[in-house]
């Protein structure tokens, strides 16, 4: 069935440089997309969304794109710190029955 | 206000035996959800729910039963433990409206 996934598994990233973690979907359906970080032994948390409609949006030191065209979902995290190590997770989302269906997950490790 | 909370935090059953993981959010939402994460992996939907009295089957719902008879309430039931869902279970919740879900710390349940 339609899923969402992600290209790479570990992503290691030194003090202070930028994060881009990628992920692709197939569902055209979805209403809306998130990231979510996960520290060991925790729940997920969640960072930041975007609606479909939408292609860029920001938060606090985070990026999320959107690429409908080539169904590709990015999150950019500038000046990244120890704190940011952890697997970060996109999901993705129907609004009629709220489902969030999750991809398989990316490990940020931040190297001093 | 404590979000969502699960219990118990930990849990060992043995094969055959059945019981309930609780969750309970006191933010009125009205989404609610089940998921398991296997070590290493996504989280994959179990069960879920849009309102009170409302639930339906997500990826994995084969071993398990839910119900919803309150808005702040959605406990999960094995009904025969065996040990392939040795597992961590998240409960989360959300309003209709929106991308993002609240999730709960996990039960940590090892079937033997």
């Known amino acids: 069935g339609e899923s969402v996934g992600l290209h790479l598994p570990t992503l290691s990233v030194q003090e202070g440089d930028n994060s881009i973690i990628n992920c692709a979907y197939s569902?055209?359906?979805?209403?809306?997309f998130i990231w979510y970080k996960q520290e060991s032994g925790k729940g997920p948390q969640f960072i930041i969304d975007?609606?479909?409609?939408?292609d860029k949006r920001q938060g606090q030191r985070v990026t999320v794109l959107l690429n409908k065209t080539v169904k590709h979902l990015s999150l950019q995290i500038a000046a990244t710190q120890p704190g940011d190590s952890a697997v970060y997770f996109c999901a993705e989302r129907w609004d009629s029955w709220g489902k969030l269906q999750f991809g398989a997950g990316t490990q940020v490790v931040v190297t001093p | 206000n404590a979000g969502v909370t699960q219990t118990p935090k930990f849990q060992v059953l043995k094969t055959g035996q059945s019981m309930t993981l609780q969750c309970a959010q006191d933010m009125n939402h009205e989404y609610m959800s089940w998921y398991r994460q296997d070590p290493g992996m996504g989280l994959r939907l179990i069960h879920y729910s849009v309102g009170a009295g409302i639930t339906d089957q997500g990826e994995v719902p084969n071993g398990y039963n839910v119900s919803r008879s309150t808005t702040e309430d959605f406990p999960l039931r094995l009904l025969s433990a065996a040990p392939s869902q040795t597992s961590v279970y998240f409960c989360?919740?959300?309003?209709?409206?929106?991308?993002?879900?609240?999730f709960g710390s996990g039960t940590r349940l090892t079937v033997v």
């Open positions: 975007i609606r479909s409609n939408m």
């Open positions: 569902n055209s359906a979805s209403d809306y």
């Open positions: 989360a919740s959300s309003y209709t409206g929106g991308g993002g879900y609240t």
